[in-house]
């Protein structure tokens, strides 16, 4: 039972252009949305979220969308760096405290 | 600021041995949680502690694994008899109860497990 699922595996964009990281969750009674970034050997880290009752947050680069009529959520990079390939992950928070994870987009920027 | 801390991050183990993984979450933090990550997997939760208490656990956490914070601070993750399925990436993170942003969650580095 997957509740949040990140579809796409990979993703390849140019240096510069806009990165768009898709999730879609099925549980309505999520409240809170966060996005992670994993480097190979490293913890996750923690970018940016959105609270179930916003439609949009933004911080610096990264913007997250989030529609819930649709139960989606997107990750918008702009402009995208190199130092952004990692594997980026979504979760959302379910009950009290535990957090439910996507299976994971990794996302490489090309020069 | 000091982050999550795990010890060690690697360990080879052989089946049927017990394993103990530690984490030293941030210093403030009153929760702590296990997560446990697989290949091409997100992370799983384990478990989750408020100071002390362990108050969730999920039905992941077979009768081998227990988990402990018995101060408040550091906790510990213990794996008995080990198996082949144990292998995974066990993380551990942490997050402050009284904060504008409690749901967040700090992760540390992450302990990978090897059972041969």
């Known amino acids: 039972d997957q509740q949040v699922k990140q579809n796409s595996p990979s993703l390849s964009v140019q240096e510069g252009r806009i990165s768009i990281l898709n999730c879609d969750y099925t549980?309505?009674?999520?409240?809170?949305f966060l996005w992670y970034k994993k480097y190979p050997a490293e913890g996750p880290t923690f970018l940016i979220s959105?609270?179930?009752?916003?439609d949009k947050n933004e911080d610096g680069r990264f913007t997250v969308f989030l529609n819930k009529s649709a139960k989606h959520l997107s990750l918008h990079i702009v402009p995208s760096q190199p130092g952004d390939s990692a594997v980026y992950f979504c979760?959302?928070?379910?009950?009290?405290?535990?957090?439910?994870f996507g299976q994971g987009t990794r996302l490489t920027i090309n020069p | 600021d000091t982050g999550v801390s795990q010890d060690p991050r690697h360990k080879i183990t052989k089946r049927g041995q017990n394993v103990t993984f530690r984490c030293d979450p941030i210093?403030?933090?009153?929760?702590l949680y296990w997560y446990r990550q697989t290949l091409g997997q997100g992370p799983e939760f384990l478990t989750y502690?408020?100071?002390?208490?362990?108050?969730?656990k999920s039905r992941l956490l077979s009768d081998r694994f227990s988990a402990e914070r018995p101060k408040g601070s550091f906790s510990t993750l213990e794996i008995q008899r080990t198996e082949q399925g144990d292998s995974a990436m066990y993380l551990c993170?942490?997050?402050?109860?009284?904060?504008?942003?409690?749901?967040?969650?700090?992760f540390g580095p992450g302990t990978r497990l090897t059972v041969t």
């Open positions: 210093s403030e933090h009153n929760r």
């Open positions: 993170a942490s997050s402050l109860e009284f904060s504008n942003r409690p749901y967040e969650q700090y």
């Open positions: 502690f408020q100071n002390e208490a362990q108050l969730e």
């Open positions: 959105i609270s179930s009752i916003k």
């Open positions: 979760a959302a928070r379910q009950g009290a405290q535990k957090l439910v």
């Open positions: 549980n309505s009674m999520f409240d809170y």
